[in-house]
């Protein structure tokens, strides 16, 4: 489900408008509905009313004539045309009856009943009992006798028309009395202008919404992509134009004296590790050529020994400072070949590594810092367990450079605090056995720059671990 909501500020904010709009509707038609039933049923009260109480007082002896005007005056209006086709009139009388017309299997309308009683009280009307019911026209005996008795009413099609039946029955009266309407039809229109008007209204506030939402989420947008940028690339700092309301303009003034700071501080640091690493280089060279003059050919090759694993972890410590900084862009480049000739280096020198299952895939890479992080990791694996096999697959649209070894692999709780620097899987200091330990942290380094990854797993196999996997995880794009 998660999916197929959008990601996006604009895209969320237009969803909830959206649904917001749609239920706001739909309750507004809900009472429409209701308003138009309500009209209904008072039309329908108010026609009966005008025909029963009419009907009545003839038996008094009262002109008809003056009852109706009599009943204007007192508000009670005519009610609905009795016109079941245009232009052809269709009168129906009061029927008196000493049985209730009314069927018991038929449908009885309560609200009908009920609107009926309260005009009839307010007139004054003793009603002991009323009655309401909907009838095809051909199924009335009324109309069908009536209709027998008048030829000229035969053309008129019994079955299109729907009658609507009331029935009273008067306090102290045994007699039903019983008009016949037809039954008003539901207002039409109502839900095309309901329809209409969602439209409308979803349009003009969508557009709206929209240009003042894009005013907001387009300088956000030039900051998430800024931002991004100048994760992978801290050296090439740039001022983002400050645009938006004055909440965002402040987060983009924000983002650009962080960015001037960070690459500022960025600018110092290479500075001072490259004078660190030209006052240390120096002296270290004197002292090997001093060292030469020492008597004692085993003292000269520790001390030779020491100095060159003070170089080495020097050298390791500048290139993992460095990694970011490089001016070059990426270059397309078959991993393949890369880390064949890494394979390759190591065969030179008479070391047990070989090359597994590959693929040509190509991929954009710092070359010379792709290769640096493929050569710790076979040489972490040589140096822990005698042998390396180097594999290249893609998976997911990452390519995925692979090293495994058959060596005794790394406790599980250890394996994080591997990549961290100064830290190794063998505690003596010795460099033929240890290392400085930046080696994955430096092949961890290089991988994010890339955007990558680098993740180490124990090989299993017949539930003992078989050595350690070491996964350089690249992006093809």
Do not use: C
């Amino acid at each position: 489900m998660k999916r197929f909501l959008p990601r996006s500020l604009l895209g969320q904010v237009m969803l909830v408008l959206a649904l917001g709009l749609l239920f706001g509707q739909m309750v507004a038609a809900m009472f429409l509905y209701q308003a138009a039933e309500q009209r209904r049923e008072a039309a329908v009260a108010n026609s009966f009313a005008f025909r029963l109480i009419a009907d009545g007082p003839r038996r008094l002896g009262q002109n008809r004539q003056e009852r109706l005007a009599e009943l204007r005056e007192r508000g009670i209006p005519n009610g609905l045309p009795l016109r079941p086709r245009p232009g052809r009139p269709l009168r129906l009388g009061i029927e008196r009856t000493e049985e209730l017309p009314i069927n018991p299997d038929e449908r009885r309308f309560e609200g009908y009943e009920e609107a009926l009683k309260n005009v009839l009280d307010q007139q004054g009307m003793a009603v002991a009992e009323v009655a309401i019911t909907r009838r095809i026209a051909g199924d009335d005996p009324y109309v069908r006798e009536l209709f027998r008795q008048r030829p000229r009413l035969r053309s008129l099609e019994l079955g299109d028309i729907t009658l609507l039946l009331a029935s009273i029955r008067t306090e102290g009266e045994e007699r039903w009395i019983t008009a016949r309407l037809p039954e008003p039809q539901p207002q039409k229109g109502v839900l095309a202008t309901i329809a209409l008007q969602t439209f409308v209204i979803f349009i003009f506030l969508f557009a709206l919404l929209y240009f003042v939402l894009r005013r907001l989420t387009r300088p956000l947008a030039q900051l998430t992509s800024r931002v991004a940028d100048f994760s992978l690339q801290p050296d090439q700092a740039m001022q983002l134009e400050e645009s938006g309301p004055a909440d965002v303009r402040e987060l983009i003034a924000a983002h650009n004296a962080m960015e001037a700071r960070i690459s500022a501080l960025l600018d110092e640091k290479n500075v001072m590790l490259g004078a660190i690493g030209h006052d240390l280089k120096t002296p270290l060279a004197a002292l090997r050529v001093r060292i030469e003059s020492v008597a004692d050919a085993t003292q000269r090759e520790r001390m030779a020994q020491s100095i060159e694993d003070i170089t080495r972890t020097l050298d390791d410590i500048l290139s993992l400072a460095r990694i970011g900084r490089s001016g070059q862009l990426p270059e397309q480049l078959d991993l393949g070949s890369l880390a064949l000739s890494v394979v390759e280096e190591f065969e030179d020198l008479g070391q047990p590594v070989t090359m597994g299952e590959t693929e040509r895939i190509v991929a954009p890479v710092h070359v010379t810092w792709a290769k640096r992080a493929l050569r710790n990791l076979v040489s972490n694996a040589v140096r822990y367990a005698g042998s390396a096999e180097v594999s290249l697959t893609e998976e997911n649209g990452m390519a995925i450079l692979r090293v495994e070894d058959s060596g005794p692999g790394i406790p599980e709780e250890q394996i994080l605090d591997m990549l961290e620097p100064f830290t190794r899987g063998e505690a003596s200091r010795n460099r033929a056995t240890g290392g400085a330990g930046l080696g994955l942290t430096l092949a961890r380094a290089i991988a994010e720059q890339h955007g990558g990854s680098l993740t180490l797993t124990n090989r299993n196999e017949g539930g003992q671990i078989a050595g350690l996997r070491a996964e350089l995880r690249l992006p093809l794009a």
